[in-house]
Each structure stands twice: as structure tokens, then as C-alpha cells.
T-cell receptor
């Protein structure tokens, strides 16, 4: 079945550091890939997405590129801020059926001033 | 896009009691989803709720424990019945994007603590 694997957290960084959160997936079809973010005390919200191979999703300084050859969708940001502290979820959904996303276990990011 | 209002945002409940969580969407949607997020864990789908039919439950979840109502295309409730401390979790309502853009939208979650 479909699955998403994320790097273990927490990831602890100083402000302005470079961020990478690794995500790899397995899917039986042609998935769309997503990063969702969950700020403390809130629900999930979409951060960015990519719907086909080599697409790059970007938002709020975050980027992720859909790499079909390595089945990866790593999240990156060049300079993190304290306000980026949150839990980040990688997810996929496969077209052609009822949309129910498959989520990774989430990676907590803590950014110190 | 869809805006989802979920309430209560948090509650502390006595074991053996029940809590009903409400989810209101600002537009009509076909499918609504209920998830559980246990501390430090990812999201686990509890059930899918379609208007006018019985909810479809995932493995490990049963209607007697998590009854769901879906009276119309903008509203759903999830009840956590006969609660125990193991039910302490965040419960999230979600809907699909009716425009077919494949992303999901979530309510802000209900943080439940059972004592």
C-alpha cells in the first residue's frame, strides 16, 4: 500500500539556519505530494504541493521538489525563523479514487532565537 | 478552498462519559473525514462521512465507540463514547477539495483529555 516516511524529529535549529526535512514515499499510482504544517494548538494547513514529477512547490520561503526517480519530496528553507516552529507532515494522495491522503508521522521543528 | 469550524477546541472529560465534536464547513462538500492524532503521532483516519449514508469506518474503529452523524452537506459530528484515558488525543475534521485539486482542509482540532 501507499506510505510516507519522514525523518525523525525533533529538528532543532537556530534562527536563520538552513532547514531540510526528508520525505520519501511509496505509491501504487501517480501521487500528488504535499507538505502540511501544524502550528501549536491548531489544525493542519497546506504549506505546499506538487502534482507531477519535477514540479516544485513553494510557499513562505519553503520549497520541495517532486523527485520521481528517488521517490522523494524533501522540504527545504534557506533561513528559518522562530515563527516556523511547528510540526510538518509530508503526505500523498493518488489520483483516480476517493481522495484520502496518506500522512507521514510528522517532524517537529523547533527554532531558537 | 474551504473554511472549517470545529468545536469544542479542547475539553477535559471524566472517564465513562461521552463528548460530541462538531464540524461546520462554509461550503457544501461530499465527503468529510474524521482523524485522530495521538500525542507525538501522525494522523489516523477514523471514518469517512458521506451525507445520506452510514459512515465508513477504518480498521480498529467501530460505530459504537465513535458514532458519526452527517445530516447535511456542511455539517458533521463525531462522538467519542464511554471515554477512557486512552482516548486522549486531538480529533480533526477534514474535507476534500471539491475542485479536484486534491488537497485537504482541516478544522483546528479538538484537544481531548480524559481523566
Amino acid at each position: 500500500g501507499d506510505s510516507v516516511t519522514q525523518m525523525e524529529g525533533p529538528v532543532t535549529l537556530s534562527e536563520e539556519a538552513f532547514l531540510t526535512i526528508n520525505c520519501t514515499y511509496t505509491a501504487t499510482g501517480y501521487p500528488s505530494l504535499f507538505w502540511y504544517v501544524q502550528y501549536p494548538g491548531e489544525g493542519l494547513q497546506l504549506l505546499l504541493k506538487a502534482t507531477k514529477a519535477d514540479d516544485k512547490g513553494s510557499n513562505k520561503g519553503f520549497e520541495a521538489t517532486y523527485r520521481k526517480e528517488t521517490t522523494s519530496f524533501h522540504l527545504e528553507k534557506g533561513s528559518v525563523q522562530v515563527s516556523d516552529s511547528a510540526v510538518y507532515f509530508c503526505a500523498l494522495s493518488v489520483s483516480g479514487g476517493s481522495y484520502i491522503p496518506t500522512f507521514g508521522r510528522g517532524t517537529s521543528l523547533i527554532v531558537h532565537p | 478552498s474551504a473554511v472549517i469550524s470545529q468545536k469544542p477546541s479542547r475539553d477535559i472529560c471524566q472517564r465513562g462519559t461521552s463528548l460530541t465534536i462538531q464540524c461546520q464547513v462554509d461550503s457544501q462538500v461530499t465527503m468529510m473525514f474524521w482523524y485522530r492524532q495521538q500525542p507525538g503521532q501522525s494522523l489516523t483516519l477514523i471514518a469517512t462521512a458521506n451525507q445520506g449514508s452510514e459512515a465508513t469506518y477504518e480498521s480498529g474503529f467501530v460505530i459504537d465507540k465513535f458514532p458519526i452523524s452527517r445530516p447535511n452537506l456542511t455539517f458533521s459530528t463525531l462522538t467519542v463514547s464511554n471515554m477512557s484515558p486512552e482516548d486522549s488525543s486531538i480529533y480533526l475534521c477534514s474535507v476534500e477539495d471539491r475542485q479536484g485539486a486534491t488537497e485537504a482542509f482541516f478544522g483546528q482540532g479538538t484537544r481531548l483529555t480524559v481523566v
